[in-house]
Nanobody, 124 residues
Framework: QVQVVESGGGLVQAGGSLRLSCATS????????MGWFRQAPGKEREFVAS????????DYAGSVKGRFTISRDNAKNTVYLQMNSLKPDDTAVYYC?????????????????WGQGTQVTVSS
């Protein structure tokens, strides 16, 4: 049974930073790409960032490129999302997910295990 658990969300002022963590258990972490998605109230879940199974490739949504950094530690079965220069538009529930494959993907349906999400609120 694969479990995905996010942590690190909270309330931060615009311009501030947060670091999200996502710990997984079960399965072989290093065989799967990982992704971060977010969902704001009244909006669909959207892609934020993805990292390949060994961390050699990353991909970002245009709205976060240059501000967010995804990374992973395969020895700890953990993926991170460093978020800098946060904006009120970044307010959302952030979800971590494990992909079926080793390659990055922006597509929700390419991910089969999801966490419960962690709330990020950016005040203006």
């Amino acid at each position: 049974q694969v479990q995905v658990v996010e942590s690190g969300g909270g309330l931060v002022q615009a311009g501030g930073s947060l670091r999200l963590s996502c710990a997984t258990s079960g399965g072989t972490f290093s065989r799967h790409a990982m992704g971060w998605f977010r969902q704001a109230p009244g909006k669909e879940r959207e892609f934020v960032a993805s990292i390949s199974s060994w961390g050699t490739d990353t991909d970002y949504a245009g709205s976060v490129k240059g501000r967010f950094t995804i990374s992973r530690d395969n020895a700890k079965n953990t993926v991170y999302l460093q978020m800098n220069s946060l904006k009120p538009d970044d307010t959302a529930v952030y979800y971590c997910a494990r992909a079926y494959s080793r390659s990055t993907s922006q597509t929700i349906h390419d991910y089969n295990y999801w966490g419960q999400g962690t709330q990020v609120t950016v005040s203006s």
